[in-house]
């Protein structure tokens, strides 16, 4: 039994990056949208390292030794607003953040 083919990457981080795609759609809570934005980074992840495994290639497994940092780093930033919002506001419900108004 070898290992799966690059067919079976690209549908996995295809399902990844539509099931992160449809939770940032539908959920009023920030930090759903902000899970739903990370799934949709990893199917991205999963879609460089596929193709360096394809390509016998390491600039994808740099790329994504990039990414990795850059998104634990939009997760704290991300989650350092929410609280900021949650503070002020007493909601993180989307649809109930309009601080641009004032």
Avoid: S
């Amino acid at each position: 039994m070898g290992a799966p083919g690059l067919h079976a990457y690209l549908v996995l981080a295809a399902l990844v990056f539509a099931i992160g795609l449809f939770g940032v759609l539908t959920r009023r809570n920030a930090i759903g949208i902000l899970l739903g934005i990370e799934l949709m980074l990893n199917a991205v992840n999963i879609n460089l390292v596929a193709f360096a495994r394809f390509n016998a290639d390491l600039v994808g497994l740099v790329f994504t030794l990039f990414t990795i940092p850059i998104t634990v780093a939009e997760v704290g930033v991300g989650l350092a607003i929410i609280i900021a919002i949650f503070r002020a506001r007493k909601t993180i419900e989307a649809d109930h953040l309009n601080l641009l108004r004032g």
